[in-house]
């Protein structure tokens, strides 16, 4: 089993920043992809960043330019900073490693007031 265990969620003004990180340990032998998806009440959970062992990354499209996601693998942690940040972007934030199986973190709420 991994655990995943994220930080750096909060309230902030729109325009503000904050960076969310995520460190996985356990079993691990090999994980591949990281990244964060995030669900807003009343939504569908959607992908905000991921990226790979080798370093290529993917952003959804409403987050490109403002948030910018980087991982350690020795220490196998992801992190994302979120710039620029809308009312739009409040959602729990959700840690996601793939290894054999993919696994979640808890989630950390983020709210970006007006």
């Known amino acids: 089993q991994v655990q995943l265990v994220e930080s750096g969620g909060g309230l902030v003004q729109a325009g503000g920043s904050l960076r969310l990180s995520c460190a996985a340990s356990?079993?691990?032998?090999?994980?591949?992809?990281m990244g964060w998806y995030r669900q807003a009440p009343g939504k569908q959970r959607e992908l905000v960043a991921l990226?790979?062992?080798?370093?290529?990354?993917v952003y959804a499209d409403s987050v490109k330019g403002r948030f910018t996601i980087s991982r350690d693998n020795a220490k196998n942690t992801v992190n994302l900073q979120m710039n620029s940040l809308k009312p739009e972007d409040t959602a729990v934030y959700l840690c996601f490693v793939r290894q054999s199986s993919t696994y979640w973190g808890q989630g950390t709420q983020v709210t970006v007031s007006s």
């Open positions: 990226v790979t062992t080798g370093g290529s990354t």
């Open positions: 356990g079993r691990i032998f090999g994980i591949t992809t």
